[in-house]
């Protein structure tokens, strides 16, 4: 089963709000190989498992209501199969390939087992229930991470200011700094929301 969350853009916020503008779905890729093996990926390559590959059917078949027109995905494996999936199903011509939805770079702590990887971090930060890791070998900031995902929010709302319904294909921690975007918290307040599972939908609709 896919959740749906529901968050309201309010005005005074980093964007302005546009009439008639289309709803914006913001999705987690289906598992992959690194998911189902406990390993922190970041921007490791890895494809699809059987799992998410139902995960991203299903998806598909929650949306086929929505009307959807455009899709983005990240370039990784991982979210242009899922994105490859559900634009078939949907009977949709082509992805739109946007490299501001590519996961947080991990550095050199991507491929090693989450528990490992975080005993070698720099610094680690609990924030509900997990650990985030927040400095380590050519990790990527979380305030870097937050910075890109302003900018793709704005180009998203762009894409969707005809009246488009929007669905983007992207990552755990990008998705998590997209809400903290749309909501108006920092960065710090975003990691405290639950994490987004394989395959979840947000959908971000204008009030």
């Known amino acids: ?8 853009y309010h005005s005074g916020h980093y964007y302005a709000i546009m009439k008639n503008m289309g709803t914006i779905y913001i999705m987690r890729h289906g598992e992959c190989l690194d998911n189902a093996r406990g390993v922190l990926n970041g921007r490791r390559d890895t494809g699809l498992t059987e799992l998410g590959k139902k995960q991203a059917r299903a998806a598909a078949n929650q949306l086929k209501s929505a009307k ?20 078939k199903e949907l009977g949709l011509s082509k992805v739109m390939i946007e490299p501001d939805l590519l996961e947080r770079d991990v550095g050199k702590l991507g491929g090693l087992p989450s528990a490992e990887a975080q005993r070698r ?7 509900g229930h997990l650990d985030y890791i927040l400095a380590g070998p050519s990790v990527e900031s979380f305030a870097a991470t937050y910075r890109r995902a302003r900018r793709v929010w704005k180009k998203l709302r762009l894409a ?12 755990g921690d990008l998705s998590m700094m997209l809400r903290a975007v749309v909501r108006g918290w920092t960065w710090r307040r975003g990691l405290v929301e639950p994490y987004l599972e394989n395959g979840e939908i947000i959908i971000l609709r204008p009030s």
């Open 1 to 8: 089963m896919i959740n749906l969350v529901i968050l309201l």
């Open 68 to 87: 959807i027109k455009i899709i983005f995905s990240s370039p990784l494996k991982r979210t242009h199969q899922t994105a490859a999936l559900i634009k």
């Open 121 to 127: 971090a720099a610094k680690v930060m609990r924030a």
């Open 160 to 171: 969707a200011k005809k009246g488009d319904n929007v669905l983007a294909i992207t990552h």
